[in-house]
């Protein structure tokens, strides 16, 4: 009897530790993406692949997204993700439009490292995350880059 109650306790404690886990894991239920502009044209092809394998719709306003993917996660690109979703969640006066001087600021900083993030901009909470970098910047080797980001992307939110 007296062993019973520690295998009791250890299988209570197991199975709140499996649900917050659980709870800990992000669910990425994102349907929507904005994909910034990124060094080569890259956003092109990752935005064809993620809509042509049915991944996740790719919306043309940030504002309209859930999430963004961007290849940095700098000052530039937090920045740009207050103007557009902060000040837009806030019903400010702030006019967003093309001619926004963030609005493609970290496009011109420096060529693709291979790193892609999936953010929560109104969280800022990053989601997701992936290393795929290209052997060169050709349309092949982007493309082939893209379709794998876009494939494990999909893995991700099958599997959460």
């Not at 659980?22 to 993620?50: C, E, F, W």
Request: net charge positive; hydrophobic share 45%.
């Amino acid at each position: 009897m007296p062993m019973k109650i520690p295998l009791t306790v250890l299988a209570v404690a197991l199975l709140c530790f499996t649900v917050s886990a659980g709870d800990l894991q992000l669910g990425l239920k994102t349907r929507t993406v904005y994909v910034v502009p990124m060094a080569n044209g890259l956003n092109s092809h990752i935005a064809s692949r993620l809509t042509s394998s049915g991944v996740m719709r790719v919306v043309l306003e940030p504002e309209s997204a859930e999430a963004v993917l961007t290849d940095r996660v700098d000052e530039a690109f937090w920045g740009w993700s207050t103007i557009h979703y902060k000040a837009a969640g806030k019903n400010s006066n702030v006019a967003l439009n093309d001619e926004d001087p963030l609005r493609f600021k970290h496009l011109g900083m420096g060529p693709y490292r291979g790193t892609l993030f999936l953010v929560d901009p109104r969280n800022g909470l990053i989601l997701w995350s992936t290393y795929q970098p290209t052997p060169n910047t050709t349309s092949n080797a982007l493309d082939l880059a893209a379709a794998h980001i876009a494939a494990s992307l999909k893995k991700s939110l099958i599997s959460k």
